[in-house]
């Protein structure tokens, strides 16, 4: 069955230190959206990659969809301690439902 | 706009006794997800669907579980009987369709006893 693995699985950084996740999938993907999920919060959507090698940035965000459609990161550049949560990806293949990924639980330090 | 409403937001009881999960989608999202949530097995899908239709409830972990869709503005978990492994957060969240963005409740934080 479809699999989406995220790494790492926890993440301290120092705050204005850059935080990247991954997110690989063991078969091709139609799309992959991330999520992130505060602590004690709900998952918030925050965008969605569709296309081969897609590049999309919001603000210090960055996400990028792999050129063969099967893993993608997101990548926080001078953190801040408001980017504190969990980031999740989520694959979706074909007419599959949305595959969440383990997510990656990031402590920013002030 | 009001976004995904579930209710309760907690509950606990004991084991062996009924628990229902409410929830109401955005108006006009034809999707809708049930998931559960814990440390041990992460975000967890239960059952989607669409158009009220049951798509997939491959995820629904055994006959203890059952949802229901009765109309396009609400929709049921039920748990029945509880057991203290079924304690996790159970969201909620709906879409426009099945590759769109979810949009999720706060959830319902359950402990069974």
């Known amino acids: 069955g479809q699999q989406v693995m995220q790494i790492p699985q926890y993440q301290h950084v120092q705050e204005g230190e850059d935080f990247t996740t991954y997110c690989n999938s063991s078969t091709t993907l139609s799309n992959i959206q991330w999520y992130k999920q505060r602590p004690g919060g709900h998952p918030v959507f925050l965008i969605q990659?569709?296309?081969?090698?897609e590049v999309k940035k919001q603000k210090r965000l960055t996400f990028q969809f792999g050129e063969a459609k099967k893993n993608s990161s997101l990548h926080i550049t001078a953190t801040q301690t408001t980017d504190v949560g969990t980031y999740f990806c989520?694959?979706?293949?074909?007419?599959?439902?949305?595959?969440f990924g383990t997510g990656t639980r990031l402590t920013v330090i002030p | 706009d009001a976004g995904v409403i579930q209710s309760p937001r907690h509950e606990v009881t004991e084991m062996g006794q009924e628990v229902t999960l409410r929830c109401k989608p955005i108006s006009g999202h034809n999707s809708l997800f049930w998931y559960r949530q814990t440390m041990m097995r992460g975000l967890e899908l239960l059952i989607y669907?669409?158009?009220?239709?049951?798509?997939?409830d491959s995820g629904m972990p055994e006959d203890r579980f059952s949802a229901k869709m009765p109309n396009a503005s609400f929709s049921t978990l039920k748990i029945q009987p509880s057991e203290p492994r079924d304690s996790a957060v159970y969201f909620c969240a709906s879409s426009f369709g099945t590759y769109q963005p979810q949009h999720f409740g706060d959830g319902t934080r359950l402990s069974i006893l």
């Open positions: 669907f669409n158009n009220n239709v049951p798509i997939d």
């Open positions: 989520a694959g979706q293949g074909g007419a599959n439902n949305l595959f």
């Open positions: 990659l569709v296309k081969s090698g």
